[in-house]
């Protein structure tokens, strides 16, 4: 399962962090990052977060 963020959508709202903390993080510059892309499918929330995402910056295939 890959997920992919795309930067130049993502606002750094938090939203994805805040549904699903096991998988995504804001890093320093404010911006979301995967940190646990292998856990997506024993996590979930990732598709949650996914859906929840205001920018539809999350893609997971
Ligand atoms: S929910 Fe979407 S816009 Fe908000 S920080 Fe996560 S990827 Fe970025």
């Known amino acids: 399962m ?4 795309d930067l130049e959508l993502c606002t750094g709202c938090g939203t994805c962090e805040a549904v699903c903390p096991e998988v995504f993080e804001l890093d320093d510059e404010g911006f979301a990052r ?3 892309e292998a856990d997506c ?8 977060a ?3 995402c205001p920018e539809e910056a ?4």
């Open 41 to 48: 499918a024993e996590a979930g929330c990732c598709e949650e």
């Open 58 to 61: 999350i893609t997971i295939g």
């Open 50 to 52: 996914a859906d929840s």
């Open 2 to 5: 890959k997920i992919t963020i």
């Open 34 to 36: 995967v940190i646990a």
